[in-house]
Every structure is written in structure tokens, then in C-alpha cells.
């Protein structure tokens, strides 16, 4: 029997509150913004700036002046690239790679304080709960591709 309205409106306002908590906590830490570039650039080594805007869902113009500050730093080396001279291409510097792994622990840390009084299992739980509800939506996703117009209240999926 799949879940009630109540209870999938109970884990949307759970989840909304969640992600409104950790967009605030990005957008008033320098870092966080550092780490979700040189995350991108770290796994897709010699990555043009529209992709990692892309990736992220930001305007080009926020990682072009993010991309200028990360080498100004020295974390990260712009070249031209040479499929399309006028792109570049970002790559991460041996103190970026430092950087991102200084910054992954610094949000390790972070989310260890938060969870330090819970049970392993409980974290394990959550974890694969967090995988299967991203796991259902790209299924459902994929598979809805519904004509416009029609509203979720109206797809089959809960309980009044």
C-alpha cells in the first residue's frame, strides 16, 4: 500500500526544511561555494566553466568570477581549449586537489557533529533511504515524461 498524503506531505516538509537549511548554510560559507566547484573540476579534470555552471544550475557569470578567484588562488589552471579556441578549460592544480580534500573534511566534520549522537544503523538507514527516494525519482522521471498541464495531485502514488 504506498504511503498516505499525510505521511508524503510529513517527508516534503522535512525535506524542504532541510535543503532550505543547507542552501542557507552554503550561501554563508565561502567554502562551501569553493567545494562545489572544485568538486566538478576535481571529477571532470580539463572541464569547460558552461559545464560546471551547467552541473551546478548557475549563470555562467557566477562560475566565471568563481573560476578567476580559484586561480587567483592557485587551486585551479586555466587553458584554452583546443577544440574550441574561444572556451578554456578548467583543471585542478596539486593545491586545489589539496584544497578540495582540506574542504571534503572540513564538511565531514560537519555532518559527523550533527550526527554524533545516532546510531551507525541509523545512519546507514537514512543513507539508503536518501538513495532510494533519488533512485524513484529518476525512475519515475524517466518514465513519466508527462504531457504539460497535468498536475502531480493528479498522478496515482498516495493515499487520501
Not at 573560476?67 to 585551479?76: K, P, Q
Not at 589552471?77 to 572540513?106: N, Q
Not at 522521471?141 to 496515482?156: D, K, N
Request: proline content about 6%.
Amino acid at each position: 500500500m504506498p504511503p498516505s498524503k499525510r505521511d508524503v506531505a510529513s517527508m516534503v516538509q522535512a525535506l524542504f526544511t532541510l535543503v532550505a537549511s543547507l542552501e542557507r548554510a552554503r550561501r554563508a560559507s565561502p567554502g562551501a561555494s569553493t567545494l562545489a566547484v572544485l568538486e566538478v573540476v576535481g571529477a571532470r579534470q580539463h572541464v569547460r566553466p558552461s559545464e560546471v555552471a551547467e552541473l551546478q544550475r548557475v549563470h555562467p557569470s557566477l562560475v566565471t568570477r568563481q573560476v578567476r578567484s580559484l586561480e587567483d588562488a592557485g587551486y585551479v589552471e586555466v587553458t584554452l581549449d583546443p577544440t574550441d579556441r574561444r572556451s578554456c578549460l578548467v583543471s585542478l592544480t596539486p593545491e586545489g586537489e589539496e584544497e578540495l580534500a582540506r574542504l571534503r573534511e572540513v564538511g565531514l566534520g560537519r555532518f559527523a557533529t550533527f550526527v554524533s549522537h545516532w546510531e551507525p544503523a541509523e545512519v546507514r538507514t537514512l543513507t539508503a533511504l536518501l538513495q532510494k527516494l533519488e533512485a524513484s525519482k529518476a525512475t519515475v522521471s524517466e518514465r513519466e515524461r508527462r504531457p504539460a498541464g497535468r498536475r502531480w495531485a493528479q498522478q496515482p502514488g498516495y493515499t487520501e
